[in-house]
């Protein structure tokens, strides 16, 4: 079955301002921060501010503004940044297989260099 929320995870805690973050940027609906262990010269996380494990549980069950509001954060970070020119990329890891680490629906978004071909 599906984990439930916890609230000890790491980007609650992010959230709580428990532990610091390098912050991009933030709304109501969501912040944005570096990834700690960046994978690129670009690698930013974006997480909404409500408590969702997952991408399924979130768009299923988070109010449409709250939605729209994460979206509007993830275009706002590529914009920011100056991503939208060359592209970037974003993923999201859901659950066991896809080694989800953080119980916390997060989108990663990679750029600054040009991105091999994605693979599984
Ligand atoms: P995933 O859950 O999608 O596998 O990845 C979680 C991501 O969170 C990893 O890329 C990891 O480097 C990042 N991460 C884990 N702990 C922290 C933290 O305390 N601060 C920040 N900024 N990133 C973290």
Redesign the pocket.
């Known amino acids: 079955g599906k984990p439930p929320y916890d609230p000890a995870n790491?980007f609650a805690r992010?959230l709580r301002g428990e532990?610091p973050?390098?912050r991009v940027a933030e709304d109501e609906h969501a912040l944005a921060?570096?990834?700690?262990?960046p994978?690129a010269p670009v690698?930013v996380?974006v997480i909404p501010k409500g408590a969702y494990v997952s991408a399924a549980d979130f768009h299923a069950e988070a109010p449409a503004e709250a939605i729209a509001g994460f979206w509007r954060m993830v275009g706002r970070v590529a914009r920011e940044l100056g991503l939208e020119e060359h592209g970037y990329r974003l993923l999201?890891?859901m659950g066991e297989d896809a080694?989800?680490?953080?119980g916390h629906f997060?989108v990663?978004l990679f750029g600054g260099r040009r991105l091999g071909r994605m693979v599984p």
């Open positions: 790491i992010i532990i973050c390098k921060f570096h990834d700690i262990a994978q690698h996380l999201s890891n080694g989800q680490e953080v997060h990663h």
